[in-house]
């Protein structure tokens, strides 16, 4: 029987699953329960972070974990609306809430009769922003260097700051030797990944392929926000992305790439285009010679220099605000 989430039992640690299962799931809503559950374990770890509304993008990440840890292992997703990586007049409020229904799919998937993957323990941590900030307003603040003011950053100049500071918290709540990181937040996984390599933490960062929907439209808790006819508008995201691809598979330059994916962009109704860029995946250099404020780098062709691009986009359909992106070979 699944914990009723929003009236966490009073135990430290609450059972999700039924009393006969060899490997219940818990549910710990505190530091102090988190704690409780993970005492002892010594299992192989991972963990998903995510902020719920789980969708399919999201069991992408937990059976990648699942697969990491084991039948012996143990899985940990975390469920926290990061109100740090939220600036004011964004959807912090409007930003869809549904624990209850998260942690029955998961235990379901991971736990569970029918459920296809097999873990030795699922440990879902969903605190509040008290049990994540106890202190209020964090004294000390995790910089996310010059990746951070780019693209996304500059739209959003405190979004990765208040990421790194709940990641770099979860890691160190959760011990994990696997974190998992979806491919859709590119700019994200470049952060964190440097943040891990930086800062010296033994965790290893595996990064997950993007879940499109059959018509190509990638997996994000935002698109619950589109209306139908919005939703048909988005798809010039995916189409976008087809048309640098299609570009780089016939060798054109980076910068030609980048504009075969700008003029289909700009081409489709209803899409307000924030960025069109092609950056190197992990440093975030231009390389297609856009502006666009990135640091330049080469366009790939150089030996030594990387021979994939990421073509990432940004763009409002009505008044939500959608992101893609893909790799994209580099001729030599
Ligand atoms: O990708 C997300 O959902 C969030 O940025 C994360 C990593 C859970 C941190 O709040």
Redesign the pocket.
């Known amino acids: 029987r699944a914990a009723r989430a929003g009236a966490p039992p009073r135990s430290s640690v609450s059972a999700m699953t039924g009393t006969a299962a060899p490997s219940p799931a818990l549910l710990a809503r505190t530091r102090a329960e988190l704690a409780a559950a993970l005492e002892g374990d010594t299992a192989p770890r991972a963990v998903v972070?995510?902020?719920g509304a789980l969708h399919q993008g999201h069991f992408d990440l937990v059976a990648e974990a699942a697969r990491r840890v084991g039948e012996a292992g143990t899985v940990v997703v975390?469920i926290?609306v990061?109100p740090l990586?939220f600036a004011p007049g964004e959807d912090l409020d409007a930003y869809p809430r549904t624990l209850e229904a998260d942690v029955a799919r998961l235990t379901r998937a991971l736990t569970g009769e029918g459920g296809s993957l097999r873990v030795g323990r699922l440990v879902v941590f969903a605190p509040t922003p008290e049990v994540m900030y106890p202190g209020g307003e964090p004294q000390v603040r995790i910089d996310p260097g010059p990746i951070a003011t780019v693209l996304e950053g500059r739209t959003r100049p405190t979004h990765f700051g208040g990421?790194c500071q709940?990641?770099l918290a979860l890691m160190h709540l959760t011990s994990p030797r696997w974190a998992l990181?979806?491919r859709k937040?590119a700019q994200?996984l470049a952060i964190v990944s440097a943040m891990v390599r930086d800062l010296a933490m033994p965790i290893e960062i595996v990064p997950v392929d993007i879940r499109r929907e059959p018509d190509g439209l990638a997996m994000s808790s935002r698109n619950a926000y589109l209306s139908p006819e919005q939703r048909q508008q988005a798809l010039a995201l995916s189409a976008a992305l087809e048309a640098g691809r299609v570009a780089a598979a016939a060798g054109a330059s980076a910068a030609r790439i980048r504009e075969a994916a700008l003029a289909h962009l700009e081409a489709a109704p209803g899409v307000e285009i924030d960025y069109v860029a092609l950056v190197d995946p992990e440093t975030f250099v231009d390389l297609s010679g856009a502006g666009l404020g990135l640091p330049e780098g080469a366009d790939g062709r150089g030996s030594g220099e990387p021979h994939q691009g990421l073509l990432a986009l940004a763009a409002r359909v009505g008044s939500t605000r959608l992101i893609d992106n893909t790799l994209v070979p580099l001729a030599r």
């Open positions: 972070m995510t902020m975390t926290f990061n990586q990421v709940v990641v990181f979806g937040d994200q």
